[in-house]
């Protein structure tokens, strides 16, 4: 047997050996993504009530929080707002780090993200919740919010 014949499987196997490290590499590089986007995707929702009553367990970790901003409790701070959000009857204080959306006021429904610092809920995100189809599709989250002119 040549030299070269003798080389020859081993240069096979090395280079098997190399496509299995690449697709290995590029198959946990897809995983990853997919299981941070569905993980932003999977995000914790809670009322404000159940986020009261789930205080301990939620910790320090991020999730959705579903409420309505208390009137009155609005309250423009460097950096941000602070300000009340309630639901069943629990309030809940929120200090939101950056400007709310143009919509935002006053007893409106509202959904943020953020966690739990102490006994304050820390917010970095507000979306605004309050179309008509919102109010068809979750008439329970919303009662008692009052209804734009334009969609009366």
């Given at each position: 047997?040549?030299?070269?014949?003798?080389?020859?499987?081993?240069?096979?196997?090395?280079?098997?050996?190399?496509?299995?490290?690449?697709?290995?590499?590029?198959?946990?590089?897809?995983?990853?993504?997919?299981?941070?986007?569905?993980?932003?995707?999977?995000?914790?929702?809670?009322?404000?009530?159940?986020?009261?009553?789930?205080?301990?367990?939620?910790?320090?970790r991020?999730?959705?929080?579903?409420?309505?901003?208390?009137?009155?409790?609005?309250?423009?701070?460097?950096?941000?707002?602070?300000?009340?959000?309630?639901?069943?009857?629990?309030?809940?204080?929120?200090?939101?780090?950056?400007?709310?959306?143009?919509?935002?006021?006053?007893?409106?429904?509202?959904?943020?993200?953020?966690r739990?610092?102490?006994?304050?809920?820390?917010?970095?995100?507000?979306?605004?919740?309050?179309?008509s189809?919102?109010?068809?599709?979750?008439?329970?989250?919303?009662?008692?919010?009052?209804?734009?002119?334009?969609?009366?």
């Amino acid at each position: 047997m040549t030299e070269v014949e003798h080389l020859a499987p081993r240069a096979k196997f090395a280079t098997r050996r190399r496509l299995a490290i690449a697709v290995a590499i590029v198959a946990a590089s897809f995983g990853f993504l997919v299981f941070r986007g569905l993980g932003d995707a999977t995000m914790y929702f809670r009322t404000a009530d159940e986020a009261a009553a789930q205080w301990e367990t939620l910790g320090e970790r991020r999730f959705r929080l579903e409420g309505r901003v208390v009137p009155g409790s609005v309250v423009e701070r460097a950096g941000g707002i602070e300000f009340s959000l309630t639901s069943a009857g629990v309030q809940l204080p929120v200090v939101h780090q950056g400007d709310p959306p143009e919509l935002f006021q006053d007893d409106i429904p509202v959904v943020l993200e953020g966690r739990f610092a102490g006994a304050v809920y820390e917010s970095d995100r507000i979306m605004v919740r309050h179309t008509s189809e919102y109010r068809k599709e979750h008439p329970e989250r919303v009662e008692g919010a009052p209804v734009p002119e334009d969609q009366e």
